[in-house]
């Protein structure tokens, strides 16, 4: 596909609408990023057929609303997490911290493979989190939605430049805020931890805001 500065020209739209009609068309499975750039998928009605329907949710649910949502649910779980987390949980959690180590975000050159794997454990380390509270009716419904709490991750693979040094830097956060979250659990402060997590996402939320909305 042509470059996002040439789909602006071409349509002559803002950036942020070839942005957002980009992340549509990700979201349906017609279009997806590689190394070297954006590309027509190869079998694009299979991949509709196997999305959860994000690109309907995504029309009217904003990206504010998503990160409230998702305050509602992971600050408030924290105390129950707290309390009812097992060794075997807080074993689960670290092993999701100790991949995102493994991956080497913070030393070496970044590559779409590489996002995608973090991505993958990001939304695992959450769950694990989750689960950790041992509500049953808490997790299915966390479980349900996960593809609409997490669908900014489209976003990031977008729009992010991986050889950018702020790319990694951010990411590199993230799992440090990840693991001031499990530190946190480990010593069973519930307070610390809802700071963390509250962190977590307000710095989240500002990055992705200021991706989509730079022009």
Known sequence: LPTEKELTEIFQVGRSTIREALTALISMGLVKREKDGLFVAENPLESMKNQVNTLQLSKYVTFREVFELRKIFEVSMMKIVAERATEEDIREIEGCLKAHDDLGLCEETLDPEKIEK??????????????????????????????????????????????????????????????????????RDSAAMETAINRHLDKIYKSLEKTIDTE
């Open 118 to 187: 973090f991505f993958a454990q990001d939304v695992e380390f959450h769950m694990a989190m989750f689960r950790a509270a041992h509500n049953t009716v808490a997790f299915d419904l966390f479980n349900n939605i996960k593809s609409m709490l997490f669908y900014t991750h489209e976003m990031y693979s977008l729009f992010w430049d991986i050889k950018d040094k702020e790319v990694r830097d951010m990411l590199c956060r993230a799992v440090d805020d990840h693991w001031q979250l499990f530190n946190a659990l480990k010593s």
